[in-house]
């Protein structure tokens, strides 16, 4: 009994491991049948993609081309602008040139003023200096001599 037991499991196993291999191939081809349709159809899209990007792109560049020509011709009246600009600085840069060499003359002129005011106030300040220096020398010299004086009539 037992052997027929075994007998008819492994029956049942052939039979149902050929179900199963048969069931895979359909699948397995199924499968392929239905990823060729799916690539297909990605294809289908993706050259209607490619199309509408090349449509758009040259849409666009043609767009962009327009606005640089029109850009083109606003910067040729900056352009002509700047002309007129850089003369503007030149004239003024030459109306500086000129102020400068007058500041230059008058800074001079006060210079010289200013050097001799401050020539004569150090004499001015040398003179009274060594007129103190004389009276504090006289003075000095007078109270050693006396102190000298008072040292000899004490010691003498």
Not at 21 to 47: I, P, S, Y
Not at 63 to 90: H, K
Not at 111 to 134: H, P, Q
Request: no cysteine; glycine share 6%.
């Amino acid at each position: 009994m037992v052997d027929w037991f075994n007998s008819v499991d492994a029956t049942y196993r052939q039979d149902l491991q050929s179900i199963n291999d048969r069931n895979l191939g359909l699948f397995d081809a199924k499968l392929e049948q239905r990823l060729a349709e799916f690539a297909g159809v990605v294809r289908a899209e993706t050259d209607l993609l490619r199309t509408e990007l090349k449509s758009d792109i040259s849409k666009l560049a043609r767009l962009m081309n327009a606005r640089f020509e029109a850009n083109d011709t606003r910067f040729g009246t900056f352009e002509e602008s700047f002309v007129a600009i850089d003369a503007r600085f030149d004239a003024t840069e030459a109306n500086f040139g000129t102020l400068e060499a007058k500041i230059d003359a008058r800074f001079a002129l006060s210079d010289e003023r200013t050097n001799a005011r401050v020539t004569s106030e150090i004499g001015k300040a040398k003179t009274e200096l060594i007129k103190w220096m004389f009276v504090f020398w006289t003075g000095m010299t007078v109270t050693n001599i006396g102190t000298m004086f008072a040292l000899a009539k004490l010691l003498g």
